[in-house]
């Protein structure tokens, strides 16, 4: 195991700034996911920590060792590329083993058992023997990982590394990932675009937005207590309803309006006199109004249906007030057509607030002041 930290990291390329100060510690053991869109630096970040790009400034240190111009062989690290990066010519099997046996380190029986344990976790068992090119994309990814388990890694980088894998393999490698990381124990951080996967694989999630992470939590604080706008906007789907509206604190309450839509919340902050302020607020936090019968929660609001789309298990509604579509999750198996009008509620206790300027969050109901919690923002 290895305990990763990054002080004021930069990465240039020429006019390009891919890593702009980037700040982080990752602890022994620990499951780190950067998570983040194309381009914000993601694999930048991870080929800098493992020594195949070289940062511009700031420090990498492993188990408190800086590492800045160790080579990469020697920093004990493990990397599972995007695009596999196997030998064409040798066979699955060979790829996996290529080097391992050498300074004696193991036997060729040793080898042998080692191999077709990882295969038999892989589920690429039968497939040893073929080349790279009679493999396909998802059966090459496994190759590849298979290559860096055997490295026994302290430190286990991977890149997108279930990218290629149709829904149902990605679901299983996603449950198998978790079950070897709980086996083998190494640090890993690994790199995805794909906010469910950050969610479910994480212990914390670190989230990327040019060159600079916005935000690294737990999952669901990331999701309740999102420090920006552009993470709660990044993480979860349907995606946060998001509209600018008018905010006022009296007497200890926080008033939102938006249109027809309006709610009172109770317990005030302070930080709303005056600002510009971004409403928040998730789809499965808005409720039809007959669903939420009996419930605390805002005064109803007309919404006319644009479109209804059946998830199986929920039916995501876009409904219009005239100015503002909201994003409504309601119950399985209701049936709505375009024009139907719906009544529709909040949960005031569920509302987030966002200085639009900044984007900056600057309140969450329910939750108390973002000050008050561990919400960490570089
Ligand atoms: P993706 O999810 O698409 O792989 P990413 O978040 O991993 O994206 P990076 O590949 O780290 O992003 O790229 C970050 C920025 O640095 C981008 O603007 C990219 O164009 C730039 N960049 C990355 N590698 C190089 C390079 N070798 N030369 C020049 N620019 C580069």
Redesign the pocket.
């Known amino acids: 195991m290895s305990r990763v930290e990054l002080n004021t990291l930069r990465k240039e390329?020429?006019e390009?700034t891919?890593l702009d100060g980037i700040t982080l510690s990752v602890a022994d053991g620990e499951f780190l996911v950067l998570v983040?869109?194309?381009?914000?630096?993601?694999?930048?970040?991870l080929r800098t920590i493992s020594g195949l790009e070289t940062q511009t400034a700031g420090d990498i240190s492993v188990d408190g060792e800086i590492v800045n111009t160790t080579p990469p062989k020697e920093r004990g690290v493990a990397m599972v590329f995007?695009n596999y990066a196997l030998y064409p010519h040798m066979s699955a099997r060979r790829n996996m083993t290529f080097g391992l046996g050498s300074h004696g380190s193991f036997t060729d029986d040793e080898i042998a058992q080692m191999v077709s344990e990882v295969a038999a976790t892989l589920g690429i068992g039968e497939l040893l023997d073929r080349r790279p090119g009679e493999l396909s994309g998802g059966e090459k990814q496994r190759v590849a990982m298979g290559r860096a388990l055997l490295r026994e890694p302290e430190l286990f980088l991977l890149d997108?590394p279930l990218s290629n894998l149709d829904a149902k393999l990605r679901d299983e490698m996603r449950t198998e990932l978790t079950h070897l990381h709980d086996e083998i124990d190494a640090t890993t951080i690994y790199?995805t675009?794909d906010q469910t996967e950050a969610l479910t694989l994480g212990d914390r999630v670190a989230v990327?937005n040019n060159?600079q992470i916005e935000q690294v939590d737990p999952p669901q604080q990331l999701y309740d207590v999102p420090a920006s706008q552009f993470v709660a906007e990044f993480i979860g789907s349907p995606q946060m309803n998001l509209f600018e509206g008018n905010v006022t604190a009296t007497n200890g309450r926080l008033h939102v309006e938006r249109g027809r839509f309006s709610t009172t919340v109770p317990g005030s902050p302070q930080t709303v006199d005056g600002g510009r302020f971004t409403v928040g607020v998730r789809p499965e936090d808005l409720y039809l109004a007959d669903e939420a019968a009996g419930q605390q929660y805002s005064d109803p609001c007309e919404l006319r249906v644009e479109l209804s789309e059946t998830l199986g298990d929920s039916v995501v509604l876009y409904a219009t007030d005239g100015e503002t579509t909201f994003r409504v999750r309601t119950g399985a198996r209701q049936q709505f057509g375009t024009g139907d009008v719906v009544s529709v509620v909040a949960d005031p206790e569920r509302l987030h607030l966002f200085d639009t300027d900044t984007g900056v969050a600057v309140y969450h109901s329910g939750t108390g002041p973002p000050a008050a919690r561990a919400v960490t923002r570089q």
């Open positions: 390329f020429g390009t891919a983040g869109p194309s381009g914000c630096g993601k694999s930048t970040l995007q997108e790199v675009h990327m060159g």
